[in-house]
Each structure stands twice: as structure tokens, then as C-alpha cells.
């Protein structure tokens, strides 16, 4: 009589029962990555639901000192995981690509411009 296939679990072996408490839960594809900015050699990590960007040292999470750039000039906004750059109403707007927007999906390697500064966004 054959025994059984390998790597099956012997006869009359329970079966494999949920992680014991307190154990760790296995690692899931997709799981959120954490965004960073690089502005002017300085490295930002986006840890928040709403990032300011401006020229308001109060107002804003990265401040920008350029009287081109207003107070509350963009947002970086996660939503479920998803980051978006926002025009927050500026005078002079925000670009991609040689192109104004008003609101894009953030990936890895974009690189927009508020006025002449670059700011460039990594996810890790």
C-alpha cells in the first residue's frame, strides 16, 4: 500500500489552524509604499493625508522662499494609498511636464515644477 504523496501531512494530522496570537500576518503583495520628495537636495517623507506646499512658513509643510509661489500653492493628498499633487487655487500653478494641471496621480520618478522649483517624487 502506497503511503501518502509528499509533503502531505500524515494520516489523522490535523489540519494547519489560523497563526497562534500575537504572531505576525503574512506579507501581502500590493501593500502600501511610502512616498518621498526631493526638494533642493533635502529629502521629505510624505506622513500625512494632506502635504502643504508653499511660501507660508506657518502654513505649510515644505516651504518654499519665493514670492512667486503662494502661501498654500499645492498639496500632496493620499487617498487610500494614492497620492495626488493639487493646485491649491496658486496664481502661478503647477507643472508636469511643460504641461499646467490642476490635479495628477503621483508615481515614482515624477518630477513637477511650482515656478522654478523642481520637486522630484520617489515611492519606496
Not at 9 to 18: K, R
Not at 56 to 63: H, R
Not at 92 to 113: M, W
Request: glycine share 12%; charged share 20%.
Amino acid at each position: 500500500m502506497p503511503g501518502p504523496p509528499p509533503g502531505a501531512p500524515p494520516p489523522g494530522a490535523a489540519p494547519p489552524g489560523p497563526p497562534p496570537p500575537g504572531a505576525a500576518p503574512a506579507p501581502m503583495g500590493g501593500e502600501a509604499n511610502k512616498l518621498v520628495l526631493y526638494y533642493r537636495g533635502q529629502r521629505h517623507e510624505i506622513n500625512k493625508d494632506r502635504f502643504i506646499i508653499g511660501r507660508g512658513k506657518q502654513s505649510s509643510d515644505l516651504t518654499i522662499k519665493d514670492p512667486n509661489v503662494s502661501r498654500q500653492h499645492a498639496m500632496i493628498e493620499n487617498l487610500n494609498g494614492q497620492y495626488f499633487m493639487v493646485d491649491m487655487g496658486s496664481t502661478n500653478g503647477i507643472e508636469f511636464n511643460g504641461q499646467r494641471l490642476q490635479r495628477k496621480p503621483i508615481a515614482s520618478s515624477d518630477v513637477f515644477n511650482i515656478c522654478d522649483h523642481e520637486l522630484k517624487f520617489v515611492l519606496e
